[in-house]
Nanobody, 126 residues
Framework: QVQLVESGGGLVQAGGSLRLSCAASGRTFSGYAMGWFRQAPGKEREFVGC????????YYANSVKGRFTISRDNVKNTVYLQMNSLKPEDTAVYYC???????????????????WGQGTQVTVDS
């Protein structure tokens, strides 16, 4: 009942910025956690951060704290990932995901998420 579509990826130089968008179709349950994950070639899927839809509280992986910011727009049913001070190691396909469990505060495990977008490529030149 939920479809997610990412956009905003592209090629940037190190130190630059990108803003990714995740548009959710229909209405998203207020209890959902919306997560961002990334996967580089040959590596496992990695947690980037998430936001609790109801409260707006955010959680981030240590590797992106202070550089990435997650926000959401309730009217547009859209979640954003603002990425600043990008590094070559940030290069990956970025995915938006939704965890429908209402009772938890956050989830950093990819297999706990129920819905996924198609991904958007982010490439950072050194």
């Amino acid at each position: 009942q939920v479809q997610l579509v990412e956009s905003g990826g592209g090629l940037v130089q190190a130190g630059g910025s990108l803003r990714l968008s995740c548009a959710a179709s229909g209405r998203t349950f207020s209890g959902y956690a919306m997560g961002w994950f990334r996967q580089a070639p040959g590596k496992e899927r990695e947690f980037v951060g998430c936001i609790k839809w109801s409260s707006g509280r955010t959680y981030y992986a240590n590797s992106v704290k202070g550089r990435f910011t997650i926000s959401r727009d309730n009217v547009k049913n859209t979640v954003y990932l603002q990425m600043n001070s990008l590094k070559p190691e940030d290069t990956a396909v970025y995915y938006c995901a939704a965890d429908q469990r209402s009772g938890i505060l956050y989830s950093a495990k990819w297999y706990e998420y129920d819905y996924w977008g198609q991904g958007t490529q982010v490439t950072v030149d050194s």
